[in-house]
């Protein structure tokens, strides 16, 4: 099996240098781009697996950019993480907001960052071919990975596919965020529980068109639950 590819978009050197050796010991295919306009060049050449984004940087900014990419029917389901020297609950829920699946503050270290990088790029056993889950009219394809409602298929992230598939194998339980953390994000320590409620709000975002979004249900004090009743 080939090498994952990782493309670090940075405008200062001396990071994109630390993140390019700390890739290549982790056995990744490593890629650089010092701003938005030499990362889509490299994109359009070939797609990465994952796309390692400075928040600040020149021309077009890391936000705009994510926000781009993940309009465009080649690269919406690009995973995303976010570098930002911004520490605040805020800026971090934007980030995410913006179509990223993770974040990381500077400075970090090159073991944490190559944890993110496992805990976003990892995804659950092969499935059982043609294997579909199903609810109300609401359909998700274990082999194919892809979520329909009725003949019409539904764009969403790769962290909300696993979202929507754990929830859907898992019906009428409640679960906390800490839980799903645990059994969606793999248990990493560095992924912080409001990145639950930022994943959710999106999951429903891409339910509401065919009224999916109310399976998704909010349990005050417990956490969630996938549910067809009301």
Same mark, same amino acid.
């Given at each position: 099996?080939?090498?994952?590819?990782? =493309?670090?978009?940075?405008?200062?050197?001396?990071?994109?240098?630390?993140?390019?050796?700390?890739?290549?010991?982790? *056995?990744?295919?490593?890629?650089?781009?010092?701003?938005?306009?030499?990362?889509?060049? /490299?994109?359009?050449?070939?797609?990465? %697996? =994952?796309?390692?984004?400075?928040?600040?940087?020149?021309?077009?900014? !890391?936000?705009?950019?994510?926000?781009?990419?993940?309009?465009?029917?080649?690269?919406?389901?690009?995973?995303?993480?976010? =570098?930002?020297?911004?520490?605040?609950?805020?800026?971090? /829920?934007? @980030?995410?907001?913006?179509?990223?699946?993770?974040?990381?503050?500077?400075?970090?270290?090159?073991?944490?960052?190559?944890?993110?990088?496992?805990?976003?790029?990892?995804?659950?056993?092969?499935?059982?071919?043609?294997?579909?889950?199903?609810?109300?009219?609401?359909?998700? %394809?274990?082999?194919?990975?892809?979520?329909?409602?009725?003949?019409?298929?539904?764009?969403? !992230?790769?962290?909300?596919?696993?979202?929507?598939?754990?929830?859907?194998?898992?019906?009428?339980? /409640?679960?906390?965020? @800490?839980?799903?953390?645990?059994?969606?994000? *793999? @248990?990493?320590?560095?992924?912080?529980?409001?990145? /639950?409620?930022?994943?959710?709000?999106? =999951?429903?975002?891409?339910?509401?068109?065919? @009224?999916?979004?109310?399976?998704?249900?909010?349990?005050? *004090?417990?956490?969630?639950?996938?549910?067809?009743?009301?």
């Amino acid at each position: 099996m080939s090498a994952r590819r990782i =493309l670090i978009v940075e405008d200062e050197q001396p990071i994109r240098e630390m993140v390019m050796f700390a890739l290549a010991s982790a *056995g990744y295919e490593a890629q650089e781009a010092a701003d938005s306009r030499q990362a889509q060049t /490299v994109i359009a050449e070939r797609l990465p %697996d =994952l796309l390692l984004l400075d928040w600040m940087l020149p021309g077009i900014s !890391g936000i705009d950019f994510a926000r781009r990419l993940k309009k465009e029917e080649l690269t919406r389901e690009l995973p995303i993480i976010m =570098l930002t020297a911004r520490a605040e609950e805020e800026d971090k /829920v934007q @980030g995410l907001e913006s179509g990223a699946d993770d974040y990381i503050t500077k400075p970090f270290s090159p073991r944490e960052l190559v944890a993110r990088i496992r805990a976003v790029l990892r995804r659950g056993g092969p499935a059982a071919e043609g294997e579909v889950l199903r609810a109300n009219g609401l359909a998700l %394809d274990l082999a194919s990975h892809r979520v329909s409602s009725g003949e019409t298929l539904l764009d969403m !992230g790769p962290t909300e596919y696993r979202l929507l598939e754990f929830f859907m194998s898992h019906p009428e339980r /409640v679960y906390s965020r @800490g839980q799903l953390l645990d059994r969606v994000w *793999g @248990g990493t320590v560095y992924v912080e529980e409001r990145t /639950v409620d930022v994943h959710i709000r999106r =999951l429903r975002k891409a339910l509401e068109p065919h @009224g999916h979004d109310a399976l998704i249900q909010t349990v005050r *004090g417990a956490g969630y639950r996938f549910s067809t009743r009301v």
